[in-house]
């Protein structure tokens, strides 16, 4: 039984999401398989920085679904604020491989938004988990 090696946030932070995209769309193979994996985590890293909420790479993986990728790209603001939606118009326009209407590549790229937004999710929550407890309350021990 072969084991995959643990890769961490920084090993991850350099895979470049728009490639693998443009590679991970086409046939099913080991490029689709780092397209859900290693590119989705690095993804949700960069949608983390900018603080991009999960719900709203859900929606916008609905509006996909119902859109089309192609219409989808035309939307003046897919995500709230200028740099959040830069980066999901370069993932969209990396996933977008012609004018020709294609259901399946957009089901497959709103499957992989709904990834992301996932381990977005899963990423604030451990994060927030992680934070020690604060007592804001003054202390109120008597001195004696």
Request: charged residues 25%; aromatic residues 4%; negative net charge.
């Amino acid at each position: 039984m072969s084991t995959t090696p643990r890769r961490r946030d920084q090993d991850l932070s350099g895979v470049d999401v728009e490639q693998a995209l443009i590679s991970g769309m086409g046939e099913p193979g080991p490029a689709r398989n780092a397209l859900f994996t290693e590119a989705a985590i690095a993804a949700s890293m960069q949608a983390e920085k900018l603080a991009v909420e999960p719900y709203s790479l859900t929606f916008l993986a609905h509006c996909v679904r119902s859109l089309g990728l192609d219409d989808a790209l035309r939307l003046p603001e897919p995500l709230i604020g200028s740099a959040p939606t830069l980066l999901v118009r370069n993932w969209m326009s990396a996933a977008y491989t012609g004018a020709v209407v294609d259901v399946a590549r957009d089901d497959l790229f709103a499957q992989w938004l709904d990834m992301v937004a996932m381990l977005l999710g899963s990423r604030k929550k451990a994060a927030a988990d992680a934070e020690p407890e604060r007592n804001d309350s003054p202390d109120t021990t008597e001195l004696s």
